[in-house]
């Protein structure tokens, strides 16, 4: 069965530092994709990131980069330089399956983050 | 980019009413719609999946009769909680993709608040 397991309830970092959240996922699938969100405490969701399973460069979006290590089973989000909107829990998700529109999302526990002054 | 709706966005009422909420796809058609569940603090649970067209796919432990799911058109599918009571209040939010490309992630709607007095 598919997991994906975040092990940081909580994390703190200081505004304009870069800070790494842990993610990582079990599954016997070679075809996967994995997503992180961000949840502000408004509740939408908002997509911030993916990297494919078959993919040999990490993924980068702006301040957001993921350390994808297949081998580990890892696919942690780094943000750098943050600022006080990056308050806000985040997850990490995984779909199965390649070019599935129906792939349903499985969720970690998420992390808060919180960025100090 | 893709837009998904969610109505309303927090419902106050009493036990033992009915509730529909509603998740739309803005500019795109989505065969598959998902809604979850989230409680304070914690993550998203996958609730059913809903198909075009075909009846609903529900996560274990899900009651069909308690969460009626419609996906009537393609840009539209309803969640009705019914004879709702006070264990019945969460976080409700649906998602939808709009393709089946790999790395095109679920985008979500806001979400609804539902509090049963």
């Known amino acids: 069965a598919q997991k994906i397991t975040q092990t940081q309830p909580g994390m703190f970092v200081q505004e304009k530092e870069a800070v790494t959240l842990d993610c990582t996922y079990d599954t016997s699938d070679q075809s996967y994709g994995l997503f992180w969100y961000k949840q502000p405490s408004s509740g939408e969701m908002i997509f911030l990131i993916y990297?494919?399973?078959?993919?040999?460069q990490n993924a980068t979006e702006g301040r957001y980069s993921l350390n994808f290590q297949k081998a580990r089973k890892s696919a942690n989000l780094v943000i750098s330089a943050s600022q006080l909107g990056d308050s806000a829990m985040y997850f990490c998700a995984m779909r199965e399956g390649r070019g599935n529109q129906g792939g349903k999302l499985i969720f970690g526990q998420g992390t808060e983050l919180s960025v100090k002054p | 980019g893709a837009v998904v709706s969610q109505h309303p966005s927090r419902v106050i009422c009493k036990s033992g009413t009915s509730v529909k909420i509603e998740c739309r796809s803005l500019?795109?058609?989505?065969?598959?719609m998902f809604w979850y569940r989230q409680f304070p603090k914690q993550s998203l649970m996958l609730m059913a999946t809903s198909n075009e067209g075909s009846k609903a796919t529900y996560e274990q432990g899900v009651e069909k009769d308690k969460f009626l799911i419609n996906h009537a058109s393609l840009t539209l599918s309803t969640l009705t909680v019914t004879s709702a009571h006070p264990e019945d209040s969460s976080f409700y939010i649906c998602?939808?993709?709009?393709?089946?490309?790999?790395?095109?992630?679920?985008?979500f709607g806001d979400g609804t608040r539902l509090s049963i007095l």
């Open positions: 990297q494919g399973s078959y993919d040999e």
């Open positions: 500019d795109f058609q989505a065969t598959t």
């Open positions: 998602s939808a993709s709009s393709t089946g490309r790999d790395n095109q992630p679920q985008h």
